[in-house]
């Protein structure tokens, strides 16, 4: 840990024990936007000499918005790299490898991000092949068929874990008409058919590859005020589209789901819990309250993990998870189970759970301690040019912009035990659940 990031940590604690936090992220950033719509976040840090890139697309699985078009999102995670006139692949790796940099990729439901960590006097030549790849990219008919059948590799191995096969059929059944029905990974059948449709790749990189659905972060030892010529100079020339996903909003459910896999040999029974919840937001609490109802109802202090997987060992895994989601996406309860025959036993355990805190409220003290637990942790990741980086990638993906991360933290500054209740009731019903579990086969 850098001696700037300890005091920083330290004054935040002095403030915090005085006074709600205003100010959580703890590096000064600037943000600006190109007249071409690409938005610009460069964030000083104190990493001698080593410099992060990271490029937000704001284009996830929920941009797929046609039907026989899933997995496209990630498709381009893969195309990203097949090169360009300028750089071909295997200029491209020798660039990178040049530099020493360290580079990939990932994609989630609401984004695709794409970075790099380097010494700092390689910035101006990565952000030229940054920019030559995001405008120019090329790659042929074969080249394309080669990466999707990559893809559908990737797809089987992954669908060889339970946990993957489980969570596809929780998301188609509790998701009617939004894209969040399918994994990032997409449908088998489309991502079966993804050799033929070429011409259609061609379409998705030409709407969402574009500047105005971009954000450039830089972090480490940088100047924002040599930063920004760089940009310009790389990136400036870049056009803005036109497109405009129309994401189909998905109606209120009005009633309980379930879902099941047999899963064809043996493997732990497993049940997740899934109930429709907000979209993210730093303008109210909700976000915060459902956050810190999964810690204090299901994480490993909780009275329920410590009775059921410390003491009963019936499971060993439990947890929660609240939505962060650019939509309305789903609040989720997992858990693993030993044995089969206690299914319905811990399916009841966690609804009378739920149940309870609807009815109770969370204890003060409890409550106070996850709030700053959750501001301490958060400010401890930031140690790093990349993990800063990386971060805030994450909260540009919801709102484009590192200010929503102080604006979530005082919501949870704000935070009473009835905030949290709720949340609880609001969110966490009947008629918006839904239910999938797992078995394998017999031994």
């Known amino acids: 840990m850098t001696a700037r990031l300890l005091l920083i940590l330290l004054a935040a604690a002095v403030v915090y024990a005085a006074d709600p936090p205003q100010k959580t992220f703890p590096f000064a950033y600037t943000q600006e936007d190109l007249p071409n719509g690409l938005r610009l976040v ?13 490029i937000v697309v704001q284009t996830g699985s929920r941009n797929e918005v046609e039907a026989g078009k899933t997995g496209f999102a990630h498709l381009f995670e893969h195309m990203m790299f097949r090169g ?46 940054e920019a030559d790849r995001f405008e120019n990219l090329k790659y042929s008919l074969e080249a394309f068929k080669t990466e999707s059948g990559a893809v559908l590799g990737e797809y089987n191995k992954n669908s060889a874990n339970p946990g993957q096969k489980l969570e596809e059929a929780l998301q188609d059944t509790a998701f009617d008409r939004h894209t969040y029905k399918h994994t990032v990974m997409g449908f088998l059948k489309d991502i ?11 379409k998705f990189f030409d709407r969402y590859y574009r500047p105005e659905y971009a954000t450039i972060i830089v972090t480490g030892d940088v100047d924002p005020k ?9 990136f400036g020339g870049w056009k803005r589209g036109s497109y405009h996903a129309d994401i189909p909003v998905e109606p209120k459910q009005q009633g309980p789901r379930e879902a099941h896999v047999d899963w064809p040999s043996p493997t732990l029974p497993m049940i997740t819990i899934a109930y429709k919840g907000p979209a993210y937001t730093d303008s109210n609490k909700e976000s915060a309250a459902l956050d810190v109802f999964s810690t204090l109802v299901f994480g490993q202090n909780s009275e329920l993990y410590q009775k059921l997987v410390v003491r ?64 301490y942790g958060f400010t401890m990741r930031l140690d790093n040019s990349d993990t800063v980086a990386q971060t805030v990638a994450e909260f540009v993906a919801l709102k484009r912009t590192p200010d929503t991360i102080d604006k979530l933290y005082v919501q949870y500054a704000a935070l009473t035990p009835e905030d949290v209740r709720e949340a609880a009731r609001k969110y966490l019903i009947e008629s918006g659940r839904t239910i999938a579990t797992l078995t394998g086969a017999a031994k």
């Open 84 to 129: 360009t006139e300028k750089y071909p692949p295997a200029k491209y790796d020798e660039m990178l490898k040049r530099a020493g940099a360290a580079s990939n990729a990932s994609t989630s439901n609401d984004f695709t991000v794409f970075h790099t960590t380097f010494s700092k006097e390689d910035l101006p030549q990565i952000l030229d092949m």
């Open 312 to 375: 009963e060992q019936k499971l060993d895994s439990l947890g929660a998870n609240s939505p962060a989601s650019v939509d309305p996406d789903l609040f989720t309860i997992r858990a693993r189970l030993k044995h089969v025959e206690d299914m319905a036993a811990i399916r009841q355990e966690i609804l009378d759970t739920v149940k309870r805190f609807q009815d109770e409220l969370v204890p003060a003290d409890k409550l106070e301690a996850v709030k700053k637990r959750e501001r």
């Open 192 to 202: 079966q058919d993804m050799p033929n449709q070429y011409d259609y790749s061609i």
């Open 42 to 54: 460069t964030i000083p840090t104190d990493s001698p000499n080593i410099v992060s890139v990271y």
């Open 226 to 234: 040599q930063v920004r010529p760089m940009v310009d100079k790389t």
